[in-house]
Every structure is written in structure tokens, then in C-alpha cells.
């Protein structure tokens, strides 16, 4: 199984930034896609951004511009550099990768989670 260990929440000033970051350890065999879903109490589960072979693939409304997604391939690391914190950025934040693994009838792709980290803006 694939672990993954999230840092980098905690609580800031609107206006203030914060860097996220994510390593997968484990059973790694081939990491396809690294990204982030964000989300609050009472709302959807919504994806922040992803990133496959060094190039972004996604980038969520709501932060765009303001978020910045990147992967280091050697230390199989996922970060997001977020500035300009909203209030409305507050939620948990949970990284993820896609890695393609051998199934019975070929090669298959599996989803694995961290355990979220808290963001919290607020003055």
C-alpha cells in the first residue's frame, strides 16, 4: 500500500500564505498523478489541483491564480504553495496520488488518500 504524509496546514491572516506538501511512501511502482482536494463543512469535496509528468492538469475556479501546484519526482513529493488566503480557503485539504498497479486483467489504476491537514484563515 501506498502512504501518504501531509504538512504544512495550520491557521493564517487573510492575505497570508502557506505551503502544503505530501510524500508517498510505500509500495510506490509507478505515480501517475499527485494533486489536492479541499473541503469545507457543509460542501462538496472540491479539487484544488493536479499534476501528471510535470505538468498541471487541473486548476480549481476558485483559486486560480493564487495556488500553485508542483511535484518533485525523486523524493515522490506533491506540494501547493497557496497566497493570497481567503477565509473561504478554509478546509481540509487532502493530497493524492494515481499510480497504475498489475490487476488480473492487466494494469490498473488506484487512488490513494492522505489523512487531510487542516487550513484555517481567519483574522
Known amino acids: 500500500q501506498v502512504e501518504l504524509v501531509e504538512s504544512g496546514g495550520g491557521l493564517v491572516q487573510p492575505g497570508g500564505s502557506l505551503r502544503l506538501s505530501c510524500a508517498a511512501s510505500?509500495?510506490?511502482?509507478?505515480?501517475?498523478?499527485m494533486g489536492w482536494y479541499r473541503q469545507a463543512p457543509g460542501k462538496q469535496r472540491e479539487l484544488v489541483a493536479a499534476?501528471?509528468?510535470?505538468?498541471?492538469?487541473s486548476d480549481g475556479d476558485s483559486v486560480k491564480g493564487r495556488f500553485t501546484i508542483s511535484r518533485d519526482n525523486a523524493k515522490n513529493t506533491v506540494y501547493l504553495q497557496m497566497n493570497s488566503l481567503k477565509p473561504e480557503d478554509t478546509a481540509v485539504y487532502f493530497c493524492y496520488v494515481n499510480q497504475w498497479v498489475a490487476g488480473p486483467s492487466g494494469l490498473v489504476e488506484r487512488r490513494y488518500w492522505g489523512q487531510g491537514t487542516q487550513v484555517t484563515v481567519s483574522s
Open positions: 499534476i501528471r509528468n510535470g505538468a498541471n492538469i
Open positions: 510505500g509500495s510506490i511502482i509507478s505515480i501517475y498523478t
